[in-house]
Every structure is written in C-alpha cells, then in structure tokens.
C-alpha cells in the first residue's frame, strides 16, 4: 500500500505520480502472491465529481481527505449517517430484518 500526503487539494497529475510509485511496487517489491498494490492519495480537500470522472478506483487509487480543523459536530454525525446508509445500501441491508 502506498499512501501519499498533499498539502492543498487534490490534482489531476496527482493520479501520474500516484500511478508511477504503484508500477514501481508492482514491478519492484510485490511478491508473486500478494495482489497489485493500491493508493491512497491524503489531500486537504477534493472535488468529488472529478474525483469521479478520473475513475481512480480502476487504477487502484483513492483519494480522502483530511482536515486541519475538526468540523462541528452535527457535521460530523450527518457524515457518519450517510456514511452507514451507503455502507448498508451495498450490502443490502434494509435494518427491518429481524434475528
């Protein structure tokens, strides 16, 4: 696994340099039984939509932020809310399942 930081938000040709380490390790340090592996671009902020459209989970990289400030907290639960509606969505869980 690979992990760059980057100070500001994220760049296209973030994705390059990103994709030149991973052939690198794929090339270099892999060993015949581990998978290809994978990216993760840390930025202090990105545009989501072209994070979208640059279809960097192909490639094996992803792309989050970080923040220098914790946002209020009715942020922060929203966020975690929404988080675990998708989580749920994926696997198909619809919460009125009973054990």
Same mark, same amino acid.
Request: negative net charge.
């Given at each position: 696994?690979? =992990?760059? &930081?980057?100070l500001g938000e994220f760049e #296209?040709?973030?994705?390059?340099?990103?994709? +030149? !380490? +991973?052939?690198?390790? *794929?090339? !270099?340090?892999?060993?015949?039984? $581990? $998978?290809? #592996? =994978?990216?993760?671009? +840390?930025?202090?902020?990105?545009?989501? $939509? +072209?994070?979208?459209?640059?279809?960097?989970e192909r490639d094996n990289i992803?792309?989050?932020? !970080?923040?220098?400030? &914790? #946002? #209020?907290?009715?942020? =922060?639960e929203a966020k975690l809310r929404?988080?675990?509606?998708?989580?749920?969505?994926? =696997?198909?869980? *619809?919460? *009125?399942? $009973? *054990?």
């Amino acid at each position: 696994m690979l =992990i760059e &930081l980057k100070l500001g938000e994220f760049e #296209p040709e973030h994705k390059g340099q990103v994709e +030149l !380490y +991973l052939k690198w390790l *794929s090339k !270099y340090e892999k060993e015949d039984w $581990e $998978e290809e #592996p =994978i990216a993760l671009i +840390l930025c202090g902020g990105k545009d989501a $939509e +072209l994070v979208e459209l640059m279809d960097l989970e192909r490639d094996n990289i992803h792309v989050a932020e !970080y923040w220098l400030q &914790l #946002p #209020p907290k009715d942020l =922060i639960e929203a966020k975690l809310r929404l988080a675990i509606e998708q989580a749920q969505a994926r =696997i198909g869980f *619809s919460g *009125s399942e $009973e *054990s």
